[in-house]
């Protein structure tokens, strides 16, 4: 029996001052029908907002109708901004009622959600003159069209190229979402011989172990199609960890609530993974905070009732979430909601949003500000991804960073041994003289080999 709390003995003195309110803000999340400030969804009741049904069937695909939605809650200078935004901007249009009514609308300019989905014309910054669409190299890693093995023991499987929402930033823009004016897209689409021949590839390296699952979005899968690739996958002996990738349970967790079948095909493999002594986990994608509500509260409680493990990857922009205090407020929610968080991804050189990277300085402060602040196994590790096919690299681990040029080095001896891989600051957060040089193609050149001569010669 627990013991009766009016018995027990009084507090001992403390050693420390009574925390202040803020510690503890990332208990207090949004509850209530918050939706109803919308115009669209003011009539909306609480059975079917939380109904993914009518989440996805109310989802907004065309920026016409988005812009619709947004008439009489933002001003027209607003609208007209966001417009021109569409139309230089290299992206499919979907964002869920969920989604949108997270976004502050009174403030829509500097709202952190509103930055990640639509973009402004009047903020975009030209992109930086070393980026190439599909920066990460993803496709020169590919043995089956949509598996990626660039790394010994793990591949990455792209099942399908369509998500629940579409990001600005997305990485994938080579691949996800329908084709836009301004990019024509490799295809991934949902196809079973392509999956059979990336089985069939996989049974045949025995050195695979662990098995990226994403797209495209792993909320899209039916079913039936989370099972067959559980099923398939599992029953190849050398194949020991599995995760389903997926940003819905930031943008849509009303589908783990109600989905039923799906959420219940999931937890089918991850249970027949335990009979097999094979971990399956979720990994998702929260970016802000505020994306975590009682919602997501609810279905991340599902989920670990279930036994299921979920960690997130969070990716670092400007203004959205790049400082000590915001990511350390992300990172004690998610733990909350018993959210492991995994990875800080530097933000990867992706056409149209130079204005959401920052550079690798901020991403070493905030290191260094969140780590200690809870426990080690949910202080995320902050990464890049470097392009040109380097992998993911510790962002401290850089053999050389010179901050007036932006240019930082790094090497991968367990992913590609004698290779070296370059990361570059966004040029507009630069010092005077880093902008001037960039301005200048020659010295463009000239300062990748400065900093390949500098990495070289450093100590190792
Ligand atoms: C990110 C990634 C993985 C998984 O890497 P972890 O560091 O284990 O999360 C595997 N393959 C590719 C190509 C990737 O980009
Ligand atoms: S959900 Fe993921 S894959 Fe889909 S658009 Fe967003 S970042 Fe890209």
Redesign the pocket.
Known sequence: MAPDPELAPPAPPALKPPVAAETLAHRDLLGGEFWRSIPAYAQVTRAEFLDHKWQAKHSITNIAKLLATLEGLVSEGFIADARGGFERAPMSVRVSPYLLSLIDWRNPSEDPLRLQFIPLASRLLPDHPRLDLDS?H?RV?MPVPGL????TD???FLALDTCPVYCRFCTRSYAVGIDTEEVSKFQLKVNVDRWEQTFAYIRSRPELE?I?ISGGDAFQLRPEQITLIGESLLSIDHVRRM?YATKGPAVMPQKILTDDAWTDALTRVVEEGRRRHKEVVL?THFNHPREITEITQAAMDKLFERGITVRN?TVLQRRVNDSIATMGLLVRRLSYVNVHP??VYMHDLVKGVEDLRTTLQTGLEIEKGIRGATAGFNTPTV?V?APGGG??RDAHSFEHYDRTTGVSVYVAPAVHPGAVYFYFDPIDLLPAAGQARWADPIEQARMVEEARAAALAAPH
């Open positions: 990460l993803e890693d990626t093995h660039r790394y793990k591949a990455l662990d990226v995760r990994h990857q995994y990875y990464v991804d992998g993911k």
